[in-house]
């Protein structure tokens, strides 16, 4: 394992945190711990490949840090996975929604946190973009940059968490096409990931709000998926 692959691991229960890192390590990955949000943002967090964050801590929660991670362009970037006792349905979606790349349920066995950990890893290494790639994609009003991670509707900066992003971005380089939801799942999210399928419509719901009079043009296909109509 390559040394520079560090992990940091934000729970404030130190028996978890000691137990991570013992078994992260024995991986080969360098890992730290912070028993608390407030501990983690003292630390220089973009020295990070991944961050695994409790929900429930103190006076800033994890929902909490991770926006504040990826509001700064220094650590925007940095996958996020969720180890959390919160379990319902609007819980998973807040935290898939704020660009979170994994979502784990407390009790865990550790074993699966390594494979995920492994595995949005993995995804994050083969996700450079060549080139080409980075090309601004557009369609009247509406304009993306992915290598800026921007996107503006008539001349405004619209924002949006990663995965809105991403969608929006397969959506217009795909004109006409149309996606199923498994294949969105697929695509803007891996398939081992805990993603409920209502996740994409409300993404989708999202997305034609923020592009205002170009909403319409996400169109939905009965019994089939999304896609954009040009």
Request: glycine share 6%; charged share 25%; hydrophobic share 40%.
């Amino acid at each position: 394992m390559n040394d520079k692959t560090r992990i940091l691991v934000v729970d404030d229960e130190e028996t978890l945190c000691e137990a991570l890192r013992f078994n992260l390590e024995a991986e080969g990955y360098a890992v730290d711990t912070a028993l608390s949000a407030e501990e983690a943002l003292t630390m220089d967090l973009s020295a990070y490949s991944l961050i695994l964050l409790d929900i429930m801590m103190g006076s800033i929660s994890g929902i909490q840090l991770a926006a504040i991670l990826k509001k700064k362009d220094t650590t925007a970037r940095i996958p996020i996975i969720f180890c959390t006792a919160k379990d319902t349905e609007d819980d998973m979606i807040v935290g898939l929604d704020i660009g979170a790349d994994d979502y784990i349920t407390k009790p865990y066995s550790i074993r699966n946190v390594l494979a995920r950990v492994r595995t949005v890893l993995r995804r994050t290494a083969s996700n450079v973009e060549p080139l080409s790639m980075n090309a601004p994609v557009t369609f009247q009003g509406i304009s993306v940059f992915p290598e800026r991670k921007l996107c503006t509707v008539n001349g405004k900066e619209v924002k949006m968490p990663r995965k809105e992003f991403e969608l929006l971005l397969m959506l217009l380089r795909n004109p006409g096409r149309v996606f199923s939801r498994d294949e969105i799942l697929q695509r803007i999210w891996p398939e081992d990931v805990i993603v409920l399928g209502r996740v994409v419509d409300v993404n989708i719901t999202r997305l034609r709000s923020k592009l205002g009079e170009y909403g319409k043009n996400i169109v939905t296909r009965p019994g089939y998926g999304y896609g954009f109509k040009v």
